[in-house]
């Protein structure tokens, strides 16, 4: 007989996990806080994301609070996918920028690729269709091959991915200087147009409604992602280069149709692009904008790898994929549109009124964590800065 293999025991989170992990001591002990307990290693992979910079602007939000909001025209400010201001005739422009600038730096050609990709969901998430690009780029003296291998790769991923999604780069700006060596910047601006009256949402609204996922199946790809984001630059970055995910445009073109057909059906509650942090984020943010909670069984994720844990499936931030809430008994419609696009889909989840991010595989909870502890009791900092 072959013996039967025994389930492995749970990782220990010691002080160097944590340490790995980017989480400082006291936010450590603020999690166990918050969690009433010692978090799992599951659930520090999920706050070790959501607190990162990149995902909670931790460092940042003091001064970014400090900027108007609010405004006459103003349809959607901060909090959401993307900003909408009211352009008249019943018209609504609905734009971001974001950067990507560690990605590129470790990988310039999918670094500044899925930076696109990533602000195109952004704007479609919201309802709109996009129609332009612009960029904003810093680089190092091009005299040094270092800088030269970054802005090609930069440009050409900007142009190849915009293009096979059959949005324009319409302009932009470069300029260069020795203090960008070893510190390129790279933004991307998204402009599109929606009906002001069809704005959708990231929230998951109504207990038991069914949760789906759409999109390209999970796979290993980007793991940490938003943790290394965070990170500061320096020669050891090129390691780094798995936690660059690898972005596919024609995916990306059929999940933007499919997207906006399910909004034009009137099949939606709400939706969110699954962007750093991957399903961790969209799936808490959902619920903390509603102040509902999430539950989901990660044994119905499609994937692209086998043998992927808990931890993995959470974590991956594999591009073109969305996390939708459909209105109640429409979920057999969404699975039909998402098909009729052949884009992957699945029911993996419902909507709760606990307030809980609980997740299951094969329905054993791996992780149980309060969705706002996640996103609003992140911590924030105020530096120290120069005069």
């Known amino acids: 007989m072959t013996p039967r293999k025994q389930p492995k025991p749970p990782v220990a989170v010691t002080k160097d996990l944590i340490a790995q992990h980017g989480v400082t001591e006291e936010e450590y002990q603020k999690i166990v806080s918050l969690l009433g307990r010692e978090p799992n290693l599951t659930e520090l992979g999920m706050f070790s ?25 103003v349809i959607q400010g901060p909090g959401e996918n993307a900003g909408v201001v009211d352009i008249g005739d019943g018209l609504a422009a609905v734009f971001k920028m974001e950067s990507h600038n560690h990605p590129s730096f470790i990988e310039p050609y999918q670094g500044a690729a899925t930076g696109v990709g990533g602000i195109l969901r952004d704007i479609f998430t919201m309802g709109a269709r ?24 930069v440009v050409a991923g900007i142009a190849g991915y ?27 601006f998204c402009l599109g147009i929606a009906s002001k009256d069809r704005i ?6 109504g207990v038991g409604n069914p949760v789906l996922y759409i999109g390209s199946k999970t796979g290993r790809d980007g793991i940490h992602g938003a943790t290394m984001a965070s990170d500061s630059f320096d020669e050891g ?23 906006l057909d399910l909004m034009e059906q009137d099949l939606l509650v709400g939706i969110q692009d699954m962007g750093a942090a991957g399903l961790t984020s969209s799936s808490c943010e959902m619920a903390s904008r509603a102040g509902t909670g999430i539950e989901l069984e990660l044994a119905s994720v499609p994937r692209r790898e086998p043998g992927m844990t808990p931890y993995e499936v959470l974590l991956s931030e594999s591009q073109e994929r ?14 039909d549109i998402c098909k009729k696009w052949d ?25 149980e964590v309060p969705a706002r502890a996640l996103t609003d009791n992140a911590p924030m900092y105020e530096r120290p800065a120069a005069p």
Not at 200 to 205: D, L
Request: net charge positive; with cysteine.
């Open 237 to 259: 970055s090129e390691s780094m280069r798995p936690t660059v995910q690898v972005g596919d445009p024609f995916t990306e073109k059929l999940l933007l149709e499919a997207c």
């Open 322 to 335: 969305m996390l939708l809430v459909a209105k109640p008994g429409r979920e057999g419609e969404v699975l």
């Open 130 to 153: 996009p129609i332009a690009l612009l960029d904003s780029l810093r680089f190092g003296p091009l005299d040094r091959p270092k800088n030269r291998y970054l802005f090609s790769g």
């Open 49 to 73: 994301v959501m607190w990162s910079e990149h995902c909670s602007y931790k460092s940042s939000r003091a001064f970014l609070k400090k900027l108007p909001t609010e405004g006459p025209h």
């Open 200 to 205: 959708f949402r990231g929230r998951a609204s």
């Open 162 to 188: 915009g293009n096979c999604v059959g949005v324009p780069t319409v302009g932009g700006e470069v300029y260069f200087n020795e203090i960008y060596n070893h510190n390129p910047l790279v933004n991307v």
């Open 343 to 367: 884009v992957d889909a699945a029911v993996i989840g419902r909507v709760t009124n606990d307030g809980v991010l609980r997740v299951r595989e094969k329905g054993v909870v791996v992780a």
